[in-house]
Every structure is written in C-alpha cells, then in structure tokens.
C-alpha cells in the first residue's frame, strides 16, 4: 500500500513536470494573447491590423501580391556586390533603391505599408517579411510560412542590379541567386512558385493587373502547366521588354519564366510542380525560410511562425485551359513525359483581369 502510494506521487509529479515544462514554453502577452517567447507578443496586433487594414479583412489580392513581390525585392539584396539581404532597406533607403529599374512600381505598396510600420513597433525588414507571410496565408492552397523576428534595421541601401530582371538570360539569373544566398536552380524554381498569384501593372504599360496563370487569387500549380503551353499571342501590344507570348488572351508570361521552364537546367523540376500541390507548398516554404533571413543569422532570431495564419486548403486539380490539350505542350523536360491532365470544358475563354 505504502508502495503504491509514493508511485502514485511519483506519477503525479511527473505529470506535473509536464504541465509546468508545457506552460514555461507559453507566455501569456499583455493583450491576453498566447505566445511561445514574449518578443512574438507585438504581433497579434499588427497581424489583426494588416488583415483589416491592409489585405482588405484578409483577401488573396492585389497587396498581398505586391507585399510578396517586395519581400523578394528587399531580400534578395546582397551577395558580392554588397547589400544587407532582407534588412527593409528598399523601405529605408526608398529613395534610392526605388530608381532601380528592376523595382519599377513598388512605390504603390511601400506606400500603403509605411503607415503600418509607422504605428507599430517594428523594424521595416521584420514588416517587410511578416506582411509578405501573412498575406500569403489568405491565398487558398499556400503553404504556412515560417516568420523570423528580430531584423536590425538596415545601415545602407542595396546596390542596384541584384533584382534579376525578367529580360535577364537563365545564365544570369542562376549566378545572381547563387551569388545572392548559394540558391540551387531548384530553389530558384520552387521560389517562382509565387509567380501563380500575379496581377502584372508595369511589364507592358498599357494594361494593368495581367496574371501570369489562369488563377491569380489561389496558390495553385496552374502557372507550372500553363507556362509550358506554346506561346501564341500578346495580351496587349507586343515588344515589352521581357515578355515573351502566352497561350491565353489575357495572360502574361515573363521571357524569364518562359525561359526557366524550356532550360535543361530547370525544366524537370519547372514540370515536376505541375499537379503536385503538396511538393509546391513544401519546396517554396522552404525556399521562402532562405529567402526571408538573407543576411541574418537564423540563431539570433526569434520564431514567431504561430502568428501566421493557416491558409485554405485547396481541392481543385490542375487541367488544361478550356481548348487547350496537351499537344500545346512544349515539352522541355527530357526524361519524364507531361503529366496527363484533362481539359476544362466549355470554349476557349480569356484571363480577366484582377
Ligand atoms: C527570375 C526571378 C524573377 C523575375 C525576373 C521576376 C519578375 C517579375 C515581374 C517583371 C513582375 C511583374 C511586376 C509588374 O508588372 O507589376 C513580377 C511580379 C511578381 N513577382 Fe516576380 N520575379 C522573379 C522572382 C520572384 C520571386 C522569387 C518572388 C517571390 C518569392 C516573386 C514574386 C512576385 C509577385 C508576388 C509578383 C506579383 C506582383 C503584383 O501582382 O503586383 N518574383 N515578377
Ligand atoms: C520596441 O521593440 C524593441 C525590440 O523588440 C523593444 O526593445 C522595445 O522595448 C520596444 N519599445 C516599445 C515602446 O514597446
Ligand atoms: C550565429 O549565432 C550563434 C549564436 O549567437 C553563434 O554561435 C554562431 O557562431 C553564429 N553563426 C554565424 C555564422 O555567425
């Protein structure tokens, strides 16, 4: 009985070890928030504003596809010719980085986030990244974003020429991501994944909001199957630098993209995402993780990731446009033939505009 007793204890305070190991890893911030380290506290009330305030009570629109594309345009930054990585100097130095022609039309979206960052406790390169994450959460399909805290502000702007430019050739592009953080062509392939939540403005001047997919609001795989169909006409006037035909009224396509997807270097990853949502939302987290950190040292970071929303999940399976087949394809990878996909009924129908 005595023995039984003092197992019983035992048990019990092993028991209580663990509540008390569980609850020394929460800590309840001063807005009855719960958090896992005290620095993440601030968080939930910048992502509760942006959510509203920004992303327009939490849509896959327009400022969460100009939010991303700055998170690539800050972080991308640094390598041999200087720069701090993702650091918020294209937001601290605006006034420089903001004449370099690879970062033509951020201003809209630097505007529309200065006020933010103003209010808020936050450095511009933590805002930069945290925006871009939790924007991305309200994209059906995405994958859920790490977020790191703790980005100093920036000392100096970035050079100009690190943004690689869609007239750029593969060659280039390659050098300027391994240059920048040793991206492997697959990471520079998973990244562009974010190319499936587009409304182009400034590639050809005379139209606005251009996707680059089928698909503009949802984080699907349809910008891998549709970047690989035979280009055949212009959405407006032809002779943008930098973008080559799509196969879809309505539809832009980069000359880079259009490039990485036909190079023996990339194309069997490019095709290896068609159709295989789970290895989009793996790969381009990952890619993303690297991406966000350029120029920090991951260890002085503080995780916040459980501040990031959970987004949508998304059913719908990749096909071709409706009066398109896989004879459109042009195959560029050698070594595994096209996914077979159905095509959408119906006719032939035209991208709209976001
Ligand atoms: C080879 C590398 C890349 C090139 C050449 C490139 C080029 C471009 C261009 C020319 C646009 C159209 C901008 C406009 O007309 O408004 C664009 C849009 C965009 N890019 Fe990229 N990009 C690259 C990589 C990336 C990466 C790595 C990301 C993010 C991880 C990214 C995210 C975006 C997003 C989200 C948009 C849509 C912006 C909007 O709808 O306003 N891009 N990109
Ligand atoms: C702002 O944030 C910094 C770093 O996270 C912190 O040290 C400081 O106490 C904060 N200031 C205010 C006014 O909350
Ligand atoms: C990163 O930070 C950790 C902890 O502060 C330190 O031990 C490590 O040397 C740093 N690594 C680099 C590459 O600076």
């Given at each position: ?205 005379t139209l606005e909001g251009v996707p ?105 399976i990749a096909t071709f446009p409706a ?32």
């Amino acid at each position: 009985m005595a023995f039984k007793s003092i197992l019983a204890i035992l048990a019990l305070s092993a028991v209580l070890q663990s509540v008390e190991g569980a609850i020394t890893r929460r800590i309840a911030c001063p807005d009855g928030n719960i958090a896992s380290n005290a620095a993440c506290c601030p968080l939930f009330a910048i992502r509760d504003d942006i959510q509203e305030n920004l992303f327009d009570g939490g849509e896959c629109g327009e400022e969460v596809h100009e939010s991303l594309r700055l998170t690539f345009h800050d972080a991308i930054g640094i390598g041999s010719r200087g720069g701090g990585g993702a650091d918020g100097s294209i937001i601290t130095f605006e006034t420089q980085e903001l004449t370099y022609h690879a970062n033509n039309g951020l201003d809209e979206i630097i505007d529309r986030q200065k006020p933010f960052i103003a209010k808020h406790n936050i450095t511009a390169g933590d805002f930069i990244q945290f925006a871009g994450a939790v924007g991305v959460s309200n994209c059906p399909g995405a994958p859920r974003l790490d977020f790191f805290l703790g980005r100093p502000t920036a000392a100096a702007a970035a050079p100009d020429l690190t943004v690689p430019e869609p007239f750029d050739t593969v060659d280039n592009i390659l050098a300027r991501f391994a240059d920048a953080g040793g991206f492997s062509p697959e990471e520079v392939v998973a990244l562009l994944a974010s190319h499936t939540i587009v409304a182009s403005d400034h590639v050809d001047p005379t139209l606005e909001g251009v996707p680059f997919d089928s698909t503009p609001s949802t984080f699907d795989t349809q910008f891998f199957v549709e970047t690989q169909l035979r280009g055949t006409l212009f959405p407006g006037t032809g002779g943008n630098q930098g973008e080559v035909e799509s196969p879809l009224a309505g539809e832009m396509r980069l000359q880079s993209d259009s490039e990485l997807a036909r190079d023996s270097r990339t194309a069997c990853e490019w095709q290896s995402f068609v159709n295989n949502q789970a290895k989009l939302q793996s790969a381009f987290k990952a890619a993303m993780r690297k991406m966000t950190i350029l120029g920090h040292n991951i260890s002085q970071l503080t995780d916040c990731s459980e501040l990031i929303p959970t987004p949508k999940a998304l059913t719908k399976i990749a096909t071709f446009p409706a009066g398109l087949t896989n004879a459109d394809v042009e195959q560029a990878c050698a070594s595994t033939p096209f996914p077979s996909l159905s095509t959408d009924p119906g006719p032939v129908t035209s991208v709209a505009p976001v």
